[in-house]
């Protein structure tokens, strides 16, 4: 019942995947460029480029001179002191107005370093954001050839049905002439259910991984979406490069690789960063401003007129040097060349690790290869030894059970056939895409 309810819910989701004829195949590389422009966490990556955008503009617009006003309303009470050196009760307001500018001249190399590491931020940002997206381009490689093996899988079950049909309505030919018996005829017929139910099941993975493969694409539903199958070609004739020249040509390309190199760089930055605090600064400023006031008891002038009176203007320079600041300057130059030495240690960890995961490939595609040449030898056999049996079988010379063991057989060898075509062309695609960062043809 478990069963019969998984196939039932997996029909509604799947209505016309395996037999409508509406239902358009996507090739890999439409399912990868459609993954790229849609996953979520390549585009949380690239509002973080984005974010290392502003931050840049930010930096550089620090050189620029700022500009702010002020308008200034305040209000006294009470005994206050009088020109004639008395004191009387008096009430004051004032009102001020001010504009003024700052201009830095020199910062002892402050801001452009600052504008430097924030170039160098914005560069590792971009790196990590295409790392995203070579890690979302593995998941659909991977993803996308399990479908491709799952469809594989149930034109073979199909093939199984329609042999053990056939055998079915032979076997009925024979039990109505008289030549086998209705034992026979039972067997063969629950061969033949057997096969239908692995045919159901079969349909189901297959159903299960186009859903997977829906969902990493970020697709509103997975209906009449469906898979091309690729081309396996021939093991044997594949020469794999070795994992030497592979790291060589990855080290120039992969951008986990150039997003710690430019974190190095800025690191080694933050050093200059942090020398700038010992450095002079210098500043410009400027302004201009006016007030009024008005005292209870005292006749004022008007208003504009005060403005007039009371205008006045400034500039000047602002210099500011470093004498002792509790060695903070110091330790910073100390705790900025530490994170150089911890930046240089982790991108040996990042080189070797890649370094890694390329030998694993090889030997995982090395293998797979062979896996894949001696399961075309199994295969072979097993097609024989099938034909063999199944014309002894028609002959009356052999027995439904071992007819049905060669079948089972015959079946096996073609999974484990598929089974490894198709991991030995996903280890081939991360062997390319190691060495070129495309999934290739």
Known sequence: MRFLGLSIILSSLFPASLSSQTAREWSLQECVSYALSHNLSIRQQEDNVQLQKIQLSTARNSRLPNLSG??????????????????????????????????????????????GIRRLGLAAAMEDCERMRENVTLQVISAYLECAYQKDMVQVASRQLELSALQVRRMDLLFQNQKASEADLAQIKATHAGDELSLTQQRNSYMLALLELSQLLELEHPEGFDVRQPQTNDSGDVLLPTPDDVYAQALGIKPQIAAEQIRLQSAEKSILLARSQLYPSLYFNAGLGSSYYRTSGWETTGFGRQLKDNFNQYFGFSLSVPIFNRLATRNSIRAAKVQVHTQQLQLQQVRQALYKEIQQAYYNALASQRQCQSSQVALNAAQTSFELMQKKYENGKANATDFQEAKTALMRAQSDDARARYTFLFRQKILHFYQTSSIGD
């Open 70 to 115: 002020s308008v200034g309303e305040s209000f006294s009470f009470g005994r206050a002191l009088t020109s004639d050196n008395t004191y009387a009760n008096r009430n004051t307001m004032n009102t001020s107005m001010s504009l003024g500018t700052s201009a830095p001249l020199i910062t002892g190399g402050q801001l452009v370093h600052e504008v």
